[in-house]
């Protein structure tokens, strides 16, 4: 290979590449990465029409571009071990099932995270407080006799992985879009959290949601390019209210320790004092001596002697941390309502007005459920349902199947009503004239068949035959509406537009308008 441009095969994977720059015009984007082969290091040039930055917390994509981070910085910086043992997974298996292992003790603190207990995958996650205490200190010998001590025995089958530092952060990019969004940003690129609670990886999987069929119908010209500026408008305000309950969610899981006596903070208050202080005139061997010493008399916190029910202090901390346990103010790992139940307030949508819209709660890090909702920008609310024709089967499916996974479709439900078929044949003119697919789903109050001369909507619908009639008995009052309204649901399964009623005016003009606005035409 040389440093001509190269071509991309669909869905291939380059691995040992790095990106070193960027470069937008108005036609495109230029990529170049470096690879080495045989000792030489070989320059490739990429011609792409948009870049999708999902390189991670530490973005080179981001950074090449200059933008920045918002929010709270260096919260917790950490020592990651990825380690196997078949003996400690199996132990616990039969012991103590889990995924998340907490471990304070007079010798050692972390946190075990089970990543495949059959096959004995573990990362470990111990604090880590440079410069007294030093990376290379934490060679895999070190790791072994530090996973020992958590484990409380030694495990004949160890094997140390990889061990890596990194620090912990709760911002978002200042922005997710650059050079006229031909450039993009997702994931952990976008926004960063600390990992409690399973933020980053839901949140990452929605921008990718989100993204994917505003970009789909870019590149099929069914919307302009600055229709992908919903896909920040959208994306960027989940993601700040993400972060902050991830932040809050991480305060709630050192509630414990701190009830234990191990406040997270006044550890990391003693490290800056060190820092601050000592670091001036004690030399760093010193310096390390002082840490540790300190950092050891805190751990006598969790002797035997001081934390037991005879003990005053001792009772005391017991008696918090089941009040803790009982009142479920720990480490909470389930958000359905964030995770379901997120609701956009603008972009590709056609909102109701400031009266419908009702500001997220001020994230608390406390579990809430998830409530199905049909206001425009929220989710398609899940409900069983039925396929409706003369050969009736008793199986189900979700509401949720109805949208296509594989293209840029719309889906619009109606109940059976003259004036909801009209507006089902309209959609189907306006998709036409826009080039973009629609599906219509006849909602249907009870089963009908062949003997009552049931013909379902085809003779309704016809020359169109992209619908489906289905059963959903209780469908309009999940949704609070009447069966005289109707929703349009985008391809990422989130509420475009619905109306509650009977819609005023020629329905044509009406979804003209609608299509028009979400898709910026």
């Not at 922005?175 to 990452?204: E, Q, V, Y």
């Not at 941390?321 to 379901?340: C, N, V, Y």
Request: aromatic share 8%.
């Amino acid at each position: 290979m040389n440093s001509n441009d190269c071509q991309l095969a669909e869905r291939e994977i380059l691995l040992g590449h790095e990106c070193t720059s960027i470069n937008a015009t108005e036609n495109g984007v230029t990529v170049t990465a470096n690879i080495t082969r045989e000792g030489k290091h070989v320059e490739k040039k990429f011609q792409c029409n948009f870049v999708v930055g999902t390189d991670g917390a530490g973005s080179t994509v981001r950074n090449l571009l200059g933008i920045g981070m918002c929010g709270k910085r260096d919260l917790q910086k950490l020592i990651s071990v990825h380690f196997m043992s078949q003996e400690l997974g199996q132990y616990l298996i039969e012991e103590k099932p889990g995924m998340l292992f907490f471990v304070f003790n007079t010798e050692a603190i972390g946190v075990i995270v089970a990543h495949d207990l059959k096959e004995g995958e573990f990362v470990l996650q111990v604090p880590f407080y440079p410069p007294q205490q030093k990376f290379e200190d934490f060679s895999s010998t070190m790791c072994e006799k530090l996973i020992f001590k958590l484990v409380g025995r030694e495990l004949a089958d160890i094997n140390v992985l990889d061990v890596k530092p990194w620090v912990m952060h709760a911002e978002v990019a200042e922005a997710f879009l650059a050079c006229n969004n031909r450039i993009i940003l997702a994931g952990d690129a976008a926004h960063r959290f600390p990992p409690a609670g399973g933020f980053g990886m839901n949140t990452g999987i929605q921008d990718a949601h989100n993204l994917a069929w505003k970009l789909a119908s870019v590149l099929e010209r069914i919307a302009p390019p600055s229709f992908l500026s919903t896909y920040e408008t959208e994306r960027k305000q989940i993601a700040v209210f993400n972060t902050e309950l991830s932040v809050q969610n991480f305060k709630a899981a050192m509630e414990v320790p701190a009830a234990l006596g191990l406040d997270p903070s006044i550890a990391n208050s003693v490290h800056r004092t060190i820092n601050g202080t000592f670091g001036s005139f004690l030399p760093s061997n010193l310096q390390r001596v002082v840490l540790d010493g300190i950092f050891s008399i805190g751990r006598l916190q969790l002797s035997d002697s001081l934390l037991n029910e005879t003990n005053p202090i001792g009772s005391s901390r017991l008696s918090k941390l089941r009040q803790i346990f009982d009142q479920g103010k720990s480490l909470q790992l389930q958000f359905p309502a964030e995770d379901l139940g997120f609701r956009y307030s603008k972009g590709a949508l056609v909102s109701e007005g400031d009266s419908s819209w009702t500001p997220q709660e001020t994230p608390t890090g406390r579990r809430r459920d998830y409530v199905p909702s049909s206001d425009p920008g929220s989710r398609l609310p899940h409900m069983d349902i039925q396929l409706l024709s003369p050969l009736f089967s008793k199986d189900t499916f979700s509401t949720l199947d109805l949208v296509s996974g594989d293209k840029v479709e719309f889906l619009l439900i109606i109940a059976p009503v003259k004036e909801s078929y009209q507006l089902a044949r309209a959609a189907f003119k306006v998709a036409e004239e826009f080039k973009v697919a629609v599906k219509v789903c006849v909602m249907w109050r009870e089963k009908a068949s062949a003997d009552d001369g049931f013909v379902g909507s085809e003779k309704t619908l016809l020359p169109w035959r992209n619908f489906v009639d289905v059963i959903g008995a209780d469908w309009w009052e999940l949704c609070g509406m009447t069966d005289r309204g109707a929703v349009l649901v985008r391809p990422d399964e989130h509420i475009a537009w619905r109306a509650k009623s009977e819609i005023d005016g020629d329905p044509f003009l009406v979804l003209r308008k609608v299509f028009c606005a979400i898709l910026g035409i």
